[in-house]
């Protein structure tokens, strides 16, 4: 419980009380595979993207790169990769972040009902619009609209998505 709200602190920009958290963690199980292999490098690497360090951020997830498929139960699933693809997009990289965002709609049976099982789409799109591959963007875009097309129509990630779907040429 306390990773999940971690990592919702983080991913909302709050890095104080994330950190603060992620410290809690780390003191508290030291020798968790778990928590020492998934749960702190998709923490710190947010963080790291948090303070604008994406070249940090993918250094932090290299330790999560042999477990970030596994099955972790109830605890959320796939998130060293999604955190990874949007260290790729703030790099600038494309190609890696498609690499990255795809895993997941790979990988649904491990993501379920997780919102990164959408928002990869939306990684996906603005990874192919950094490519200048407007097809594939546009395609990517028009998927994660259309599972989000039930979703409130004020939330600011959707705002933002329908907004860069628009502009695409």
Do not use: C
Request: no cysteine.
């Amino acid at each position: 419980m306390e990773y999940g709200a971690a990592l919702a602190l983080a991913l909302a920009g709050d890095v104080t009380r994330g950190q603060a958290l992620a410290d809690d963690l780390e003191k508290r199980f030291p020798m968790d595979t778990l928590v020492r292999f998934n749960f702190l490098p998709t923490l710190h690497a947010q963080i790291a993207l948090d303070r604008n360090n994406s070249s940090k951020a993918i250094e932090f997830l290299q330790t999560a790169a042999p477990y970030e498929l596994g099955n972790v139960g109830n605890v959320v699933a796939l998130y060293p990769i999604y955190v990874r693809g949007q260290a790729y997009l703030a790099a600038h990289q494309g190609g890696k972040a498609v690499a990255e965002f795809q895993k997941i709609p790979d990988h649904r049976g491990v993501v379920i009902n997780e919102p990164i099982g959408a928002l990869a789409h939306l990684g996906l799109a603005r990874a192919y619009a950094l490519q200048d591959n407007t097809a594939k963007s546009r395609a990517a875009y028009q998927n994660f609209l259309t599972l989000w097309k039930d979703a409130d129509p004020d939330i600011p990630v959707y705002l933002t998505a329908k907004s860069e779907f628009a502009k695409l040429p």
